[in-house]
Nanobody, 122 residues
Framework: QLQLVESGGGLVQPGGSLRLSCVAS????????IGWFRQVPGRERERVSC????????TYVPSVKGRFIISRDNNKNTVYLEMNILRPEDSAVYYC???????????????WGQGTQVIVSS
């Protein structure tokens, strides 16, 4: 059974960078597309980015396009989210989750991790 663990969050100043990691603590990521999501209390969870199992397809929400980069290393069983030029509105708990495809087919994302907090503040 796939279990995902996020890490890499923290406090950063506006304009700074962070790199989040999503590691499969059990199971392997090879067969899955992985999405990064974020949630602020009182607001709906938002999908920030997604990458397919081979790494050849990526999607981004418009607000992060050009600033965030998703990537994966299947040998390390890890998906990364490099976040640059961070803004206060990027502050949220960030989660990763798995699905067969980023956008095709039915079925929900699953195997949610516990999340990692990102705070962008001066």
């Amino acid at each position: 059974q796939l279990q995902l663990v996020e890490s890499g969050g923290g406090l950063v100043q506006p304009g700074g960078s962070l790199r989040l990691s999503c590691v499969a603590s059990t199971g392997t990521l090879d067969d899955y597309s992985i999405g990064w999501f974020r949630q602020v209390p009182g607001r709906e969870r938002e999908r920030v980015s997604c990458i397919n199992n081979s790494g050849g397809y990526e999607t981004y929400v418009p607000s992060v396009k050009g600033r965030f980069i998703i990537s994966r290393d299947n040998n390390k069983n890890t998906v990364y989210l490099e976040m640059n030029i961070l803004r206060p509105e990027d502050s949220a708990v960030y989660y990763c989750a798995a699905r067969e495809f980023c956008d095709l087919g039915t079925g929900a994302f699953h195997s949610w991790g516990q999340g990692t907090q990102v705070i962008v503040s001066s």
